[in-house]
Nanobody, 128 residues
């Protein structure tokens, strides 16, 4: 059974930092591209960042470029999202996701349609 479990969310003041983690199990982590998305109530899920199975090829939403860094540790089967210079607009539930195809990467990773496994989400709240 494939499973993704996020952690690291919480409450932080504007300008602060958080690091999210996503522990994966159930299939060969190193063969799958991974992504982070976020969602606020009443809005569609939004792409944040993705990393190819061929690390360190990465993709970012314009809104987080230069502030967020996605990385992966294949030995630990864990995905990370380092978030710096947080602002209230970053407040959302953050989800990690795993691509539905092994050994597959590319800019299409920006679309939620490319992922078939999702974590339960972790809340990030940034106060002003």
């Amino acid at each position: 059974q494939v499973q993704l479990v996020e952690s690291g969310g919480g409450l932080v003041q504007a300008g602060g930092s958080l690091r999210l983690s996503c522990a994966a199990s159930g299939r060969a982590f190193e063969k799958y591209s991974m992504g982070w998305f976020r969602q606020v109530p009443g809005k569609e899920r939004e792409f944040v960042a993705a990393i190819s199975y061929i690390s360190p090829i990465t993709y970012y939403a314009d809104s987080v470029k230069g502030r967020f860094t996605i990385s992966r540790d294949n030995a630990k089967a864990t995905l990370y999202l380092q978030m710096n210079s947080l602002n209230p607009e970053d407040t959302a539930v953050y989800y990690c996701a795993q691509s539905g195809k092994a050994n597959h990467g590319g800019s299409y990773l920006r679309s939620s349609d490319e992922y078939d496994v999702w974590g339960q989400g972790t809340q990030v709240t940034v106060s002003s």
